[in-house]
Structure formats: structure tokens, C-alpha cells
């Protein structure tokens, strides 16, 4: 079993940055693909970013390629997400999640992931 919890979170102008962070409990963790997910008021989650869990693979949503980048510290149990350039289209709550798959891809699709974190709002003005 893997517990996520997420920070970093807050609020930032157009433009700005701001670097999430996913920190897993659990031993297992490398073995895992870790994924986020944002969920914008009155609309339905979608995925952000993946990485896998042996190759460290990146995926990205077309929304945010060139502007996020995942990457994952497995000595330390966490993945963060690294925001540039960001938008007021990109408010949301930010969810990390773990896909129990040790395999050379990460899933785009939130149904395959296992375990949730709680969420950490991020919030971008014009």
C-alpha cells in the first residue's frame, strides 16, 4: 500500500511557476507509476503528467508539454511537478496518484490508478 500526500500548492500570477511536490510512504514506492491530476470546478478530472516506474518514461497532457515537467526521486520517495509559464487555464486542484505497475509506461487514464493523494490547490490570476 502507498500513501500519497501533495504540497506546494498556492497562489501565483500569470506567467509564474510553482513546483508540486508528491512525497510516498511505503517501500515499494519505485516500483510504482506515479501520475497527476487536475480537477477544475464543474469539470471532470484530467491527467496532467506520468512517469513510469522502471524507465522513468515521461507523458504529458498537450495542454501543458513544454511548460510542466515530471520527475521522480525514488531515494526519496517523491515525484514533483515542476510548473513554468503558468496559466490561468492551469487552476486547479492537483492530485498525485500511484499506478501499481512496475513497466516501461505510465497510464493517461485515472481509473488505473490505485492510490490518491489528497490534493493541493493551485490557483493562477490574470
Known amino acids: 500500500q502507498v500513501q500519497l500526500v501533495e504540497s506546494g500548492g498556492g497562489l501565483v500570477q500569470a506567467g509564474g511557476s510553482l513546483r508540486l511536490s508528491c512525497a510516498a510512504s511505503?517501500?515499494?514506492?519505485?516500483?510504482?507509476?506515479i501520475g497527476w491530476f487536475r480537477q477544475a470546478p464543474g469539470k471532470e478530472r484530467e491527467f496532467v503528467a506520468a512517469?513510469?516506474?522502471?524507465?522513468?518514461?515521461?507523458y504529458y497532457a498537450d495542454s501543458v508539454k513544454g511548460r510542466f515537467t515530471i520527475s521522480r526521486d525514488n531515494t526519496k520517495n517523491t515525484v514533483t511537478l515542476q510548473m513554468n509559464s503558468l496559466k490561468p487555464e492551469d487552476t486547479a486542484v492537483y492530485y498525485c496518484?500511484?499506478?501499481?505497475?512496475?513497466?516501461?509506461?505510465?497510464?493517461?487514464?485515472?481509473?488505473?490508478?490505485?492510490?490518491w493523494g489528497q490534493g493541493t490547490q493551485v490557483t493562477v490570476s490574470s
Open positions: 496518484a500511484a499506478e501499481n505497475k512496475y513497466g516501461i509506461s505510465a497510464s493517461r487514464l485515472s481509473m488505473n490508478y490505485d492510490y
Open positions: 512517469i513510469s516506474a522502471s524507465t522513468g518514461s515521461r
Open positions: 511505503g517501500r515499494t514506492f519505485s516500483r510504482y507509476a
